[in-house]
């Protein structure tokens, strides 16, 4: 994806493209040659009729529309596109613009932190609407793979992100939806290391903690997690130190072996025996 989003950001700078504001998005006129650009690159959707058919004007152009967080990523991280007010048509720069979506979402540093997290290593990330988190990942286009992951965000202090996961409860719920629909859980926790969201360049001093959560799993870490330790101590989940870039492990339950299972087994290894001694027997006979 890396080489599809170098080309699209060429593109972008050599026509001089400009976004417009309309609330809590971005709107782009794309010829056909960004459009393709666009829609490989997996930023925006394209606005569609009634009849869910891309509407496109008497330019052969297509309208695209970004969330906050793709829009300011081409801007602020790829600068390649100019955004515009949509009243007035007065450029915005990078401090105004963020100030502006800071106002539209409370929580919009945390959630662009994650964002462009993903994007910079070439995950290919998309707005969730259907599992009740952030993101979605996809490792490559989503014409050609199912998502990987679904992603939620954690965020220190009093931000609108801070009410996922915090009980035992929502964090084994979300793992079984996630292993019905057979997809990871990426957990996102997003330390701001003292500084406040008052610029863009304060984004720089945030790091960004990566955890995937799964059931305990026996074989891989007997050792190092015995019975009595999966169970947290209180209602929060315990997450990893901030500031490393390592993903851990939330160990869940062990799953219980009934006493009908240990039956079925003693009977099986007991026929077993039986059936081996009589074969040596007769062996031996012969």
């Known amino acids: ?56 004007n008497k330019n052969n152009k297509h309208w695209f529309y970004f969330g906050m967080e793709e829009a300011f990523f081409l801007r602020n991280s790829l ?71 679904v992603v939620i965000l954690l965020s220190e202090g009093d931000s609108e992100a801070n009410d996922r996961l915090r009980v035992w409860s929502d964090v084994r719920g979300t793992k079984r939806m996630c292993k019905v629909i057979k997809k990871a859980l990426l957990v996102l926790s997003v330390d701001k290391n003292g500084h406040d969201a008052t610029s863009p360049s304060c984004l720089e001093g945030y790091t960004v903690t990566e955890h995937t959560i799964s ?32 993903r851990s492990k939330v160990a869940l339950a062990p799953r219980q072996v009934s006493l009908d299972q240990i039956f079925k087994a003693l009977v099986i290894f007991f026929w077993t025996i039986v059936v081996f001694g009589f074969g040596f027997a007769l062996g031996k006979l012969l």
């Not at 964002?115 to 070439?122: E, K, V």
């Not at 799993?217 to 015995?226: K, L």
Request: a negative charge; proline letters at 7%.
């Open 79 to 149: 600068k390649c596109l100019k955004i515009l007010d949509g009243l007035d048509n007065c450029p915005k720069n990078d401090q105004e613009l963020f100030q502006y979506m800071k106002s539209k979402k409370t929580a919009f540093p945390d959630s662009y932190k994650a964002y462009s997290h993903l994007r910079l290593i070439n995950w290919v990330v998309m707005y969730d609407s259907n599992y009740c988190a952030d993101f979605v990942a996809y490792r490559h286009h989503p014409s050609l793979v199912h998502s990987e992951f």
């Open 1 to 56: 994806m890396s080489s599809i989003v170098l080309q699209l950001q060429s593109s972008l700078v050599q026509s001089d493209a400009q976004g417009f504001l309309c609330g809590c998005n971005v709107l782009l006129e794309a010829g056909p040659k960004q459009t393709d650009l666009l829609l490989r690159a997996c930023f925006g959707e394209p606005i569609k009729n009634v009849s869910g058919e891309p509407i496109i």
């Open 215 to 246: 059931r305990w799993s026996p074989e891989q870490c007997h050792e190092d997690h015995p019975k009595d330790d999966w169970e947290p101590s209180s209602s929060s989940v315990p997450l990893m130190p901030s500031g490393t870039t390592l």
